[in-house]
């Protein structure tokens, strides 16, 4: 999807000339104040990505990023904070779940679900074919309502 639209992912260990103490405090597992982020450099795009969660976690939080930039032009400013953390300028929670919903349909569309659920393959199983975490299978799962018209046997 990034290639198509032409945007840059970068993981943040990507970034040149970042020193090993920055590297340290943005690849830090106990901060959970962000897991990936969009900057905007003239008419482009870049998004970066913490590397260090589950492939399918980094997939859905980089479809996240690219669903603001699908979505609308405005991206929330980011602060970073002597600590480290990341702290949003002007969050809009509306902005998240939208990014959410396109995030999860672009990741798993209705069409792939009733495939995966049609076809009985495991949980565990369509994860790994389709990148995603277990969290998102399910969340999609429910919103889309194929558990409800495919019952699991």
């Known amino acids: 999807m990034a290639d198509h639209l032409g945007i840059t992912v970068w993981s943040v260990k990507e970034i040149e000339d970042l020193d090993a103490e920055n590297l340290s405090v943005l690849t830090n597992e106990a901060d959970d104040s962000w897991a990936a982020l969009t900057m905007r450099m003239g008419p482009s795009n870049l998004v970066v990505y913490k590397p260090v969660s589950s492939p399918g976690r980094r997939n859905n939080v980089i479809m996240h990023e690219l ?43 209705r069409r792939a679900l009733l495939s995966i659920r049609s076809q009985r393959i495991p949980d565990e199983v369509a994860c790994d074919q389709y990148l995603v975490s277990r969290e998102m299978l399910t969340w999609r799962a429910r919103m889309t309502g194929v558990d409800y018209q495919l019952p699991r046997r």
């Open 67 to 109: 669903s603001h930039i699908i979505l609308g032009p405005e991206l929330a400013q980011a602060f970073l904070m002597e600590d480290g953390s990341l702290v949003p300028g002007n969050f809009d929670q509306d902005q998240e779940y939208e990014a959410d919903w396109l995030a999860g349909t672009l990741l798993l569309p």
